[in-house]
T-cell receptor, first 114, second 116 residues
Framework: AQSVTQLGSHVSVSEGALVLLRCNYS??????LFWYVQYPNQGLQLLLK??????LVKGINGFEAEFKKSETSFHLTKPSAHMSDAAEYFC????????????FGTGTKLQVIP | DAGVTQSPTHLIKTRGQQVTLRCSPI?????VSWYQQVLGQGPQFIFQ???????GRGNFPDRFSARQFPNYSSELNVNALLLGDSALYLC???????????????FGEGSWLTVV
């Protein structure tokens, strides 16, 4: 079964510092990969998605992620953290083919320190 | 255009009762999926419906059921509620039933269910 592993349930960065949230997937065939953000007491908002068109994916709010097949990774980055980036981030995967069963990671809570 | 809309936003039920949650997909979207998010965890897949047919089912008991209507809206029903069913229930919609052609999945704000 497809799965994703998010390293670090909590990440703290200073405002203006680099944000790096790690995600590794398990699959022999490159799947569809996503990053979603969830603000407190809200639903999920799509940040970006990888669908094999390009390995470097740019998303909203200045976030981007790079698909690395050799490392089975899809890490999320942002050059400069803002206070408004404080939220929980979920990496998610859908296997190629089949129906839309999204499998989510356990989430990483990002804290931005002023 | 309106996004995925869910109702009710919050509700409290007693153990053993039944609950119905409703979802309206984005206009033009034919696929609806349901997820359960327990506090502190990632969402877990419950069902996907496409063109009123069940396309997939997650590892949930038969107390959970769903259906999709001709206008593509959907209902999730949970019978014989348990305390452990307390969670945020998320609905998601997309244009088609698979991930081809750059299909994107959009989530609603969710329905908070508390079972007491």
């Amino acid at each position: 079964a497809q799965s994703v592993t998010q390293l670090g349930s909590h990440v703290s960065v200073s405002e203006g510092a680099l944000v790096l949230l790690r995600c590794n997937y398990s699959s022999s065939v490159p799947p569809y990969l996503f990053w979603y953000v969830q603000y407190p007491n809200q639903g999920l908002q799509l940040l970006l998605k990888y669908t094999s068109a390009a390995t470097l994916v740019k998303g909203i709010n200045g976030f981007e992620a790079e698909f690395k097949k050799s490392e089975t990774s899809f890490h999320l980055t942002k050059p400069s953290a803002h206070m408004s980036d404080a939220a929980e981030y979920f990496c998610a995967v859908i296997p190629s083919g089949g129906y839309q069963k999204v499998t989510f990671g356990t989430g990483t809570k990002l804290q931005v320190i002023p | 255009d309106a996004g995925v809309t869910q109702s009710p936003t919050h509700l409290i039920k007693t153990r053993g009762q039944q609950v119905t949650l409703r979802c309206s997909p984005i206009s033009g979207h034919k696929s609806v999926s349901w997820y359960q998010q327990v506090l502190g965890q990632g969402p877990q897949f419950i069902f996907q419906y496409y063109e009123k047919e069940e396309r997939g089912r997650g590892n949930f008991p038969d107390r959970f059921s769903a259906r999709q209507f001709p206008n593509y809206s959907s209902e999730l029903n949970v019978n014989a509620l348990l305390l452990g069913d307390s969670a945020l229930y998320l609905c998601a919609s997309s244009l088609s039933g698979n991930m081809g052609s750059g299909n994107t999945i959009y989530f609603g704000e969710g329905s908070w269910l508390t079972v007491v």
